[in-house]
């Protein structure tokens, strides 16, 4: 059993891993001003040239898989925040809701300002669902696994069906987005994001019953010990790690198929399962003790995990849209991969500085006080 005031490394590593690639399938929707269809297939019949080919291996490792491992981490620090009432013989929910209630406002500020694809709303919602089957007990969580895992695969399953029979079931391009983006001032966006508020927050409400899954996922990795830095936990991250190599891999390497078909199943369906490796690879990575520095800094990300991925959004929007540098629709495969990394690396040094002087990241320090502040009222 794991120590409950023991903090554990490999957590905080993991989430900022799982923030830094989210950008690298967001990066491609800032790179081609929120035209979805380069992170997706349905434009190909035939084989892609060098340029496409390099998006799509990017997006193999990425488009999905840090999502779904950013969801489990968020799973993760539920159990924390539960495992912490609890030992302070405290209500739960309780304080937890106004942390969430928080999380959801910050999200819709971020959805308004910067970015039309926030998550942040998708796991306020998903958080107060699951907070409730936590408090319910351990027959509830297994319950709402099988139910709502079942629902959400039959549901990808069903749109996997109708792609192969020649329905388009994949995500579609958009001009008028694309010239908003392009050459519309930061106002005029804001407007757009405003205006078709539900067109945007489709995918946020569609993938609920899926963040539902991954949470309690994290929720049970938790409890079964599985980031603990014993022997135990380095058995279950190789189990992990397996079921990544030997079938996350071979279902994520479908989105190498042209037309469309696999695009949602990929993404919504076999990336978790990659996710899943990717705990197990990092926990394995981690052993090296010669990059040690390295995982410090990915830990100094997870632990303000969420001002870098605000932070993050911000800078790509400043770099690719018409208000900004304007380097949207201009720039080669290669040429994004670098700036994603750039930024990421950014992203490390300013995380090492803001620990360093401040401890605790901009917007962890007011989600904190706010909370505190209701709390004590």
């Not at 010990?225 to 135990?232: I, L």
């Not at 279902?251 to 919504?268: M, Q, S």
């Not at 770099?319 to 304007?326: A, L, P």
């Not at 040094?349 to 401040?358: N, R, V």
Request: proline share 3%; charged share 10%.
């Amino acid at each position: 059993m794991m120590q409950h005031n023991q903090r554990l490394p490999l957590i905080d590593i993991l989430r900022g891993f799982a923030v830094l690639g989210t950008l690298g399938t967001n990066i491609w929707i800032f790179a081609y001003l929120g035209d979805l269809s380069y992170i997706t297939t349905s434009n190909y019949s035939g084989w892609w040239s060098f340029d496409d080919f390099l998006r799509m291996f990017v997006l193999f490792l990425v488009n999905g898989k840090l999502l779904g491992l950013l969801t489990i981490m968020f799973g993760v620090g539920l159990q924390l925040k539960y495992q912490q009432s609890i030992r302070k013989g405290n209500a739960w929910p309780g304080v937890y809701i106004w942390t969430v209630l928080f999380l959801f406002v910050e999200g819709f500020i971020h959805f308004t300002l910067v970015m039309e694809y926030d998550i942040l709303m998708s796991y306020a919602v998903t958080a107060i669902i699951v907070a409730f089957i936590v408090k319910a007990g351990d027959k509830a969580i297994h319950r709402a696994l099988y139910l709502i895992g079942g629902f959400h695969a039959l549901i990808i399953l069903l749109i996997l069906v109708s792609a192969l029979l020649g329905a388009n079931m994949s995500l579609p391009g958009n001009d008028s987005i694309v010239s908003i983006y392009q050459h519309g001032s930061w106002f005029e966006q804001i407007h757009n994001r405003i205006t078709n508020f539900w067109f945007f927050r489709t995918e946020a409400i569609f993938i609920i019953p899926m963040n539902i899954f991954l949470f309690l996922m994290g929720v049970k990795l938790m409890r079964n010990g599985v980031f603990s830095p014993d022997e135990h936990g380095r058995h279950l991250r190789k189990k992990l790690m397996s079921i990544g190599i030997y079938i996350g891999v071979p279902l994520n390497l479908l989105i190498f198929i042209p037309g469309g078909a696999f695009d949602f199943p990929v993404r919504y369906l076999f990336a978790p399962i990659l996710s899943l490796g990717y705990i197990g690879i990092l926990g394995k990575l981690i052993e090296y003790k010669k990059v040690d520095w390295l995982w410090q800094r990915f830990g100094q990300v997870g632990k303000m995990s969420l001002s870098c991925y605000v932070l993050q959004n911000i800078m790509a929007s400043i770099i690719f849209y018409g208000w900004g540098f304007g380097l949207g629709g201009k720039l080669t495969s290669l040429e994004v991969i670098v700036i994603w990394i750039v930024l990421s690396l950014f992203q490390l040094f300013i995380a090492h500085i803001c620990l360093k002087h401040f401890h605790v990241g901009p917007l962890e320090w007011l989600r904190k006080h706010a909370v505190q502040a209701i709390a004590h009222k």
